[in-house]
RNA sequence: GGCGGGUUGCCCGAGCGGCCAAUGGGAGGGGACUGUAAAUCCCCCGGCUCUGCCUUCGAAGGUUCAAAUCCUUCACCCGCCA
């Protein structure tokens, strides 16, 4: 099974330029990009498709390059969406290009000696660009009819209008293939489907400066089986970075899957192979209240993300948190450790105890003392597991398991940590 | 530059002087059932010092006993015309 074959497999292609001269390309190594914009921090585990599939092409052999959009993030792209980004400062993009180019690094190896990755920042050539430069000898090749013609920019007329900041990104995109193609021989570039059109447009520059041509292939853009967004919880997105998803918020985002995604996920996400992956849709199809595949697919991605120990800790934490057995019994060993995945608050034996509703908000699981008071009518509020239905309620030193910790929790699953010093 | 339409809570979208913290839908939260799933059903969904009070309906002023609703100015968006 080739490369393009164990994609197809897997769900990850949506479009591709012609696909049998793709194929024949990557009989041999050839060299690849995609392009991450540094809107936020941090990537988070939509990012992750596309960077695992460069993973997938390096493991196969290819040449992987990661560009960090330090210019194109300045820019903003207006694909996939129907309202103008808000800019953000050069010191803020600056910021979070750096945390971005380590996230990347982290899932390529750059120690290979035969097809070691390589990271760019496609400011490294925008940036000495002047603007006439640009106009002249990039922007002569582009058509605005083609431009206007893109599914990105006719989606914003449509929806209220456009900026010529963001009208202008596929050329930026295009540009820094065109350069990746000069300097690195770059002649394939992956991104999201809904990259396909700055892509081409990248193709579409190559040949006519370069007379060259090159591949693209996108991957389709997740969704759940609901058709909801994928990466998306309560609290907001996962993120890759510990400070902003704590590895026990991830580890807890994919166990709770929906069955009907998690074979997909499995598809997507794992690197085991196909008997592995057949193995553990057996089991889930069998009895998915085992959740063996859930099991499988977290502890592989947060490994992968959080390293091994990570893993471990949070999953010991969730079973003693989770588990069925009364958590006074818990030693103070396997309770501190447990609550160390979960987000904490100390409070101070000298000083007078919050009330419960108090105590709810100052921990975060809840957003305000209203919401407080609203959980613990509907009867959603408990402390060390069991239900605490009076907002009066004050803990007592009892309170507290082993002398020191209490566990509150929100519902099924939003647990807090209280200490006592 | 002119004329007309619009800006409502996380999103969409009603309301068009008091009965409005503001209809409805979606998203979200809790409960029941389950498997830390889905579906379904019930409840909730601005804040607080919570039988009351405070802050919200683009911004600032004004009229009125009373404004999201009326008036003025400003900002932004969308049309049509120049």
Request: glycine share 8%.
């Amino acid at each position: 099974m080739n490369l393009i074959e164990d994609l197809r497999w897997r769900g990850l292609i949506a479009q591709s330029t012609d696909e049998t001269a793709l194929i024949d390309a990557l009989k041999k190594p050839l060299t690849l990009y995609i392009g991450f914009d540094p809107t936020a921090a941090s990537l988070h585990v939509g990012s992750l498709v596309v960077l695992l599939v460069l993973r997938r092409f390096q493991l196969a052999g290819h040449n992987p390059i990661a560009l960090v959009g330090g210019a194109t993030g300045l820019v903003g792209d207006p694909s996939g969406r129907n309202d103008e980004r808000t800019l953000n400062s050069s010191e803020v993009v600056e910021g979070w290009v750096e945390g971005i180019r380590k996230q990347v690094a982290a899932f390529l190896d750059f120690d290979t000696p035969v097809n070691p990755a390589v990271v760019v920042n496609n400011l490294d050539w925008t940036a000495p660009l002047s603007a006439i430069e640009f106009l002249r000898d990039i922007g002569k090749h582009f058509s605005v009819n083609q431009m206007l013609s893109k599914e990105s920019v006719s989606a914003r007329l449509d929806a209220g209008g456009i900026s010529y900041t963001e009208f202008s990104y596929q050329v930026l995109q295009s540009y820094d293939f065109l350069e990746l193609y000069r300097r690195n021989n770059c002649t394939l570039q992956l991104g999201g489907s809904d990259q396909w059109g700055n892509i081409v447009a990248g193709l579409d520059l190559i040949r006519r400066v370069e007379s060259g041509s090159a591949h693209a292939l996108t991957v389709p853009l997740l969704a759940k089986s609901d058709g909801s967004k994928f990466g998306k919880t309560a609290g907001g997105s996962i993120w890759l970075d510990p400070t902003m998803t704590s590895p026990y918020a991830f580890f807890q985002f994919w166990l709770n899957s929906e069955d009907k995604d998690v074979v997909n996920f499995l598809k997507i996400f794992s690197f085991k192979s196909h008997e592995e992956i057949s193995v553990l849709e057996e089991s889930h199809n069998l009895n998915p209240g085992l959740r063996e595949a859930h099991r499988a697919l977290a502890q592989e991605l947060t490994t992968m993300v959080h390293g091994a120990d990570a893993t471990i800790r949070v999953e010991n934490a969730a079973r003693a948190l989770f588990g069925q057995g009364d958590l006074a019994e818990l030693d103070e060993t396997t309770l501190a450790n447990a609550l160390a995945e979960l987000p904490r608050t100390v409070i101070s034996k000298d000083q007078e105890f919050p009330t419960w509703v108090e105590l709810l908000a100052a921990t975060g699981v809840v957003d305000s003392k209203s919401a407080a008071r609203r959980v613990i009518k509907d009867g959603g509020a408990y402390l060390n597991n069991e239900k605490v239905a009076s907002e009066e309620f004050v803990l007592t030193k009892s309170s507290f398991l082993c002398g020191k910790y209490a566990v509150l929790r929100k519902g099924k699953r939003d647990l807090a940590a209280v200490e006592l010093i």
